[in-house]
């Protein structure tokens, strides 16, 4: 039997609030999708003004990042042609998503989930993302310290 | 033109507040979507428990609830053998819901958004929708007042 | 809440009409689909001799132009490989369309819908798309002075 | 931060084992899939003479039993028009599966994975994914005590 460390709700609400705050910051509405360690979804929010067709990439980003346990913007700089990697944009109908915007949430060096962003630029989104890891990784250091 | 009224951000948290309340109160985690009008996320949360297949079905059951402009389980009386609506439950490629506990959410008798929940039974999952609504409505009133 | 401007149906008419004059014009025979500003279809026309794959490619297109407030050619642009943009063409199952010839139909600044053409060249389809928007705006302009 | 129990691939195999023994004692080859506690299939086995047409129907199967954390034969039983949860059958494009065949697997009152198997009846699916699991816990308990 294996046992998993997974991000619960209380945490998901950390990495989505860490977004938002970065997205409202840079006057960028986003949409913010926060899944499991399985790639499962376990919350979202569309900013006022995020786009209709953020609502599924950011999941798809968010989906890659912790299923494949890789961000986004990494398998996109190996997905080009000529590479043997190239290609997998397509995998899953699509939902293995290589456009830059999802990164792996890591604690004590396992991934326990990812988040993915979309609705700007796709160094916007990572930023967002980052953020949005930043502020749940501050905030876990202060309640345990 | 036409001018169409859709719940904003803060509208879908009230609907997910008071909807996760309820379920909290008896004891069914659950997974709680809300949609806009037009049927497309605003905000979702799979509560600690909740079903990984209720991820799809509760969005679905908003989807359903907002696009169509009917409650699911409206759908489900009459979505038996015989009656002309039969085989509604398989188009959209299955995305049209019509299990029970997906409602529009109306204001000032427009449709406005839908929430759609699941992971209990389904007059479970109704009543947690009606509870959102519920806690929707009455913090508007007490805002407007 | 939010109050959304959206397209209705003679609005609609008039983008059809604009951009199946100028296919008309050019003698090639289109698919031409309008959305509202969620994406969703509003109106659909296949000229005679419109291409049977272009029924789904118009309206991927004018879906994408509407939901991402953006320009098809101009996600075509960006999605380049080596850029993090790139794989977003095959967001959505591929329905996230990058190729010319959707555009989103702005009124005073605010995307209320958009319009999607296929089955000329790209030039061809966004040439047509324009001229949709013109026809609109125009009669819009008649109208309202 | 969430602690989850899953199965790791030497679970899986016996699992694999114990019904492919018992399917094999009834003359009736088959489709076995076995998946961890979030539907992710861990381990497939599609023994000589199983239909090809299982092999989607067995992984379902197992998904089903996982994330929904219910035998599928329990969905069939509720899955009645007339009935709320009627429709079920068509969520996530089909893939929730109410047909007879797929349990999840409890250790410790948890659900840590599931199997799903097709090719024979749905009662012989069933006892054959029984014995699955009766030669899991058996074998583990040797293992322990």
Request: hydrophobic share 45%.
């Amino acid at each position: 039997m294996l046992t998993v460390t997974r991000l619960d709700q209380a945490d998901a609400r950390l990495l989505l609030a860490g977004a938002a705050a970065r997205a409202q910051a840079i006057g960028v509405p986003m949409c913010i999708a926060v899944t499991d360690e399985s790639g499962n979804l376990l919350a979202f929010e569309r900013m006022d003004g995020g786009k209709v067709t953020s609502i599924t990439v950011a999941q798809d980003k968010a989906f890659t990042a912790a299923a494949a346990r890789k961000a986004t913007h990494e398998y996109n700089q190996a997905c080009v042609p000529g590479n043997l990697v190239f290609g997998i944009h397509t995998a899953l109908s699509g939902r293995l998503s290589v456009v830059g915007g999802g990164l792996p949430v890591l604690v004590e060096g396992e991934v326990v989930g990812a988040i993915g962003l979309s609705s700007g630029t796709p160094q916007q989104d990572i930023d967002c993302a980052q953020a949005g890891i930043d502020h749940f990784l501050q905030h876990r250091q202060a309640v345990q310290s």
